[in-house]
């Protein structure tokens, strides 16, 4: 009887603890969303160590530039970051293709994906986003950079990029918020 009891107020001791120190819990982690879209956690950044990319798992590690994800198959996936205050600047890499119907020396060109999304750069330093957004547009060759300075009321842009033939991986920065209360 005496055994039974000892068993019973082990097991409670252990329910209270699992309870009060959160046995089974992730660890603190960072929330982040897109400011655009401050509801839709796209990040998550745990201390064990553990990811989630727009709802994928991930392991990770972070420096003061990159924040390395790493899958399943092993290859690492880094990601550039810049905190700015509260707010987070962080770069997601995509793929474009030259159209060849419009040509172009280097970045000049018409660039789209798959989905539809594209960049025109021209010669004159003028460039089109999505065909939505207009502006003027430097480079950088040797920082690997593209500034981009919209015609609207938009904060300018740097964009990371790389090109290889009718290639161009552009590294784009997404403004993201933390969110708070998770």
């Not at 994928?56 to 530039?65: A, G, M, R």
């Not at 700015?84 to 660039?111: A, H, L, P």
Request: glycine residues 10%.
């Amino acid at each position: 009887m005496a055994n039974l009891q000892h068993i019973k107020l082990t097991a409670a001791l252990l329910l209270v603890c699992a309870v009060l120190t959160g046995c089974g819990d992730q660890g603190q982690a960072e929330h982040w969303a897109y400011i655009h879209e401050p509801e839709e956690e796209v990040l998550t950044l745990r201390d064990n160590g553990k990811a989630e990319y727009k709802g994928e798992k991930f392991s990770y590690t972070k420096d003061d530039s990159y924040i390395t994800l790493k899958g399943d198959s092993g290859t690492d996936d880094p990601h550039r970051y810049v905190m700015d205050g509260d707010q987070m600047i962080f770069y997601e890499r995509s793929t474009y293709t030259r159209d060849s119907q419009y040509g172009g020396e280097g970045i000049v060109g018409v660039w789209t994906q798959g989905n539809g999304w594209s960049f025109q750069f021209t010669e004159t330093g003028e460039f089109s986003e999505e065909t939505l957004f207009f502006g003027h547009y430097s480079v950088d060759e040797a920082a690997g950079t593209i500034k981009l300075m919209y015609d609207d009321p938009i904060q300018d842009s740097l964009l990371y990029y790389e090109l290889d033939g009718d290639q161009l991986t552009i590294e784009y920065p997404w403004p993201m918020q933390q969110i708070t209360g998770k």
